[in-house]
């Protein structure tokens, strides 16, 4: 059978082509910096040129008031049409009219002429749009267009409003000049504004963020490079906040980092001297064998105690290896009886009622549910930890008492120990479950507890300390499951428990 042919795969298009945007924060920064700037100034300009256009047309309808008094003033009317001429080209207006009483009247006359129809400025009462759009209407007519002005009189009280048509060149012309002027003036303040913006926001936001970004940039390049450290300023601003989290985040992260390392290297360690170790261990296995044919009494009772701390040695040489590796086998559940377990756990901590006692009002019928080697890992160092802490207090005389109880709730059991020792320093408290930096105790490792935490959620429960102080400490150990106690051997038949 022939094999289907794979099509050729279809090429990738070409990507649109898109503006050139510049990348860094600084250079976008000053390009809105001058967009801005830019659109201020455009919004500032037409403003300008209309309040200069009005102000423009108002000199002239005053002008215009002032020359129509001068015809008034000769009750004759002897004003002749040269006199009136000259009026009318001093006040640079074509005609002036007034409206009195509804009737509108020219004031100055003027020679008969064609005059094409103007366009109309109502000063009066211009609403803000048509104010706005003026100078630029003015701008866009033909050349030689008259506008047409109507303002109200200054002058001339008995006017209902004047009336004035003069040519747009003069004022064309004015703003013009003007715009290119205001243009200059605009552009120089807006220049010194953006400027001092771009400036300030950069030297206020962008050089502390870039500064920031090369303290991330190198500290993932070299997280052990003491230069990539960001150096906290006194800001309270969100910059400042920035920067102490990320140096926070930087000292948890190299701490993190340590103790990765240190794990490794014990893993490590552990996998060079576990053959060896082993190999030791069958020695003595095989020492504690012939012990066992010398048929001591004493040396047998012994004996049991002897193979189980040697069959707990090589677990425990490789857990400690798997547990560098971040790996812990997981739990065999099985119904284990409590007050036994506690007993060998006690046994194997040192606990004596000469020294430091276990004292419990645990059945001997009670039971949990639990790995039964991963149980006693975490009741010895629980115990191991309490005898360690009351034989190094001093004027103890080595002596002091470990209470543990049981309880149920919620389909869980609690067992709590509590001991008489001086509690756990306060140094200690916050990294208590940490490994390596949790010991309490000088040249410990800090992986006792850090174990037994670990063992314990792998039941589906947890480990806890719940109180400490001067007058102890308790811990909480959480168990998935609440058995119900074995029942009671009956008459005759002696009592057994599991291990």
């Not at 990348?23 to 390009?31: C, D, E, N, V």
């Not at 080209?89 to 006359?109: F, H, M, N, S, Y």
């Amino acid at each position: 059978m022939a094999e289907p042919v794979t099509p050729p795969a279809a090429p990738d298009k070409p990507p649109g082509r898109r503006l050139p945007w510049p990348g860094g924060l600084s250079a976008r920064l000053l390009l809105l910096t001058a967009l801005f700037v830019f659109l201020a100034g455009a919004f500032i300009l037409p403003p300008a040129l209309a309040d200069l256009e009005k102000q423009w047309l108002l000199d002239r309808v005053r002008a215009a008031e002032l020359a129509s008094t001068i015809a008034d003033a000769d009750p004759e009317r002897r004003v002749t049409d040269q006199v009136s001429q000259r009026l009318l080209d001093q006040a640079g207006v074509v005609i002036v009219a007034l409206q009195v009483d509804g009737a509108r009247r020219l004031v100055l006359p003027t020679e008969p002429r064609a005059i094409e129809q103007p366009y109309l400025v109502d000063l009066r009462g211009q609403n803000p749009g048509s104010w706005l759009a003026a100078p630029f209407f003015t701008l866009k007519s033909k050349p030689g267009s008259l506008v047409r002005v109507m303002a109200e009189p200054r002058f001339r009280q008995e006017a209902e409003f004047v009336e004035i048509v003069l040519p747009d060149a003069p004022l064309k012309a004015h703003l013009i000049a003007n715009f290119w002027r205001l243009a200059g003036v605009t552009l120089f303040a807006a220049g010194m504004a953006g400027g001092l913006i771009y400036l300030s926001l950069n030297f206020l936001l962008v050089r502390p963020m870039q500064r920031i970004t090369k303290a991330m940039e190198r500290f993932r390049a070299d997280p052990e490079d003491p230069l990539a450290r960001v150096v906290v300023s006194r800001r309270r601003d969100e910059i400042g906040r920035a920067e102490a989290e990320l140096d926070a985040m930087q000292t948890d992260l190299r701490t993190a980092l340590q103790a990765k390392a240190r794990l490794a290297a014990l893993g490590e360690a552990v996998a060079k001297i576990n053959h060896d170790l082993r190999n030791m261990l069958t020695s003595a296995q095989m020492a504690s064998d012939r012990l066992a044919a010398l048929g001591d009494p004493k040396v047998a009772q012994a004996l049991p105690r002897l193979e189980r701390a040697l069959d707990r040695a090589i677990t425990l040489a490789s857990d400690v290896m798997a547990y560098g590796k971040s790996k812990e086998p997981a739990p065999v559940i099985r119904t284990v009886a409590l007050r036994a377990a506690l007993d060998m756990a006690a046994e194997d901590s040192g606990l004596t009622p000469q020294g430091v006692a276990l004292e419990t009002v645990i059945d001997a019928r009670e039971q949990v549910q639990a790995d039964p080697d991963q149980l006693h890992r975490i009741l010895t160092n629980l115990l191991r930890n309490a005898r360690e802490a009351i034989e190094g207090t001093p004027d103890r005389s080595g002596k002091g008492r470990v209470f543990v109880e049981l309880r149920r709730a919620d389909g869980m059991s609690h067992l709590r120990l509590s001991d008489d020792g001086p509690g756990v320093p306060a140094r200690a408290r916050a990294n208590l479950f940490q490994p390596f930096v949790g010991s309490v105790r000088r040249g410990g490792t800090g992986l006792g507890l850090a174990i037994a935490r670990e063992l314990a959620q792998g039941h589906g429960g947890d480990l806890a300390l719940v109180e400490t102080g001067p007058g102890g400490s308790v811990f909480d150990l959480t168990l998935a499951g609440a058995p119900e106690p074995a029942p009671a051997p009956e008459e005759g038949e002696p009592a057994k428990s599991k291990p």
